[in-house]
């Protein structure tokens, strides 16, 4: 059964050449970033040497044309340490990016460091890279991705013919594995606002949207939302992003009175943004600028709201919704294709 959507959309080729820095030697010791890796007190060997590096492991998502900024990509490496001390381990760079550690060992035996990724990656595709201490050195493998592409600076644009195709992973034959939504290019108003009509195939399904100073709204057109033991039946606005607030920033939309089991109730809306400016990686684009948002449906019977279903979604700048996953009933529905007008 499909999942219904109420806010429907949603870099071993090495290039040879090192970023302008001079190619040096492993007994050098001197990397990218002004490392030294024969200097300091300590002494010692990386796991691996002389080839593929020990237990390595890249961590972070690696995105053409991306500034590695934070302290969220980096390289883990092992080393066996005889003697505890100071110690700098590195690599020169590679493909724009090169990771550098400086720091001191307290201890002998077999540690592992997290290296800092630096630089901004130039080409996607799989390279391979060096990285050295004290004479010894070991190779490992930093994939890049590809950057999907942006249009505008919308996080739900609703420019006309728009499209977004996703995968839907709860489908069961012979519902189709994917659906896709479009900008019709017409308008619809609601109570005195107008709203850009949306269409989601092969099941049709409408949805109306608007944007005022980034703040992006939802009208339900008499939407019914599948319960657990029943449906209920909404109309009425309410905000689904916020693309010029902080993270942990929390709102409600109105209260939608309801007949739910064929009781009187009332549901709402609890949305909260969770990240903003984050990369995501989907299939093999990298989606820069991303606002994740988590959305609790609460319903009540009587004055207290129970959480009936919780999920997040991910809005990227320029694209749309990107990823819509469940967390009471899981699902994940990624965007396989899109094109923004």
Do not use: H
């Not at 060096?130 to 739900?156: H, L």
């Not at 939504?181 to 606002?193: I, L, V, W």
């Not at 009175?257 to 400016?277: D, F, S």
């Not at 994740?292 to 609460?298: A, M």
């Amino acid at each position: 059964m499909m999942k219904q959507f109420l806010s429907i959309i949603f870099v071993l080729a090495i290039t040879g050449l090192y970023s302008c820095q001079k190619e040096v030697s492993v007994e050098g010791g001197v990397v990218t970033g002004g490392g030294n890796t024969n200097s300091g007190t300590s002494a010692g060997s990386l796991g691996g040497t002389p080839g593929a590096c020990a237990s390595a492991l890249v961590t972070g998502v690696f995105g053409q044309g991306l500034p590695l900024t934070d302290s969220t990509n980096f390289l883990t490496v092992q080393v066996t340490i005889t003697t505890p001390g100071t110690y700098t381990i590195g690599t020169d760079t590679v493909n724009g990016v090169y990771f550098l550690k400086s720091g001191t060992f307290t201890d002998s035996g077999i540690q592992f460091v997290n290296l800092r990724a630096y630089g901004t990656p130039s080409n996607p595709g799989l390279f391979t890279n060096t990285v050295k201490y004290k004479g010894t050195s070991c190779s490992f493998e930093v994939e890049v991705f590809a950057q999907a592409i942006t249009n505008g600076p919308d996080y739900f644009p609703t420019t006309a013919a728009s499209n977004w195709t996703y995968n839907n992973d709860l489908a069961i034959p012979p519902v189709p594995d994917t659906f896709r939504t479009t900008s019709t290019g017409t308008t619809k108003d609601f109570a005195g606002n107008t709203y850009a009509a949306f269409v989601t195939t092969p099941v049709i399904d409408s949805a109306f949207y608007r944007k005022a100073s980034g703040i992006y709204y939802e009208y339900f057109d008499g939407l019914t939302f599948p319960l657990p033991g029943g449906n209920a039946t909404i109309s009425g606005e309410y905000i689904f992003l916020k693309d010029n607030v902080a993270v942990n920033t929390e709102w409600e939309s109105p209260e939608f009175p309801v007949t739910y089991m064929g009781v009187a109730a009332k549901i709402k809306l609890k949305l909260t943004i969770l990240e903003k400016n984050s990369t995501k990686l989907i299939g093999n684009k990298v989606y820069a600028n991303v606002i994740v948002v988590k959305r609790d449906i609460q319903a009540a019977v009587g004055p207290t709201y129970q959480s009936i279903d919780v999920s997040e979604r991910w809005y990227a700048k320029g694209i749309g919704l990107i990823n819509d996953n469940g967390t009471t009933q899981p699902y994940t529905n990624d965007v396989i294709s899109y094109k923004v007008f």
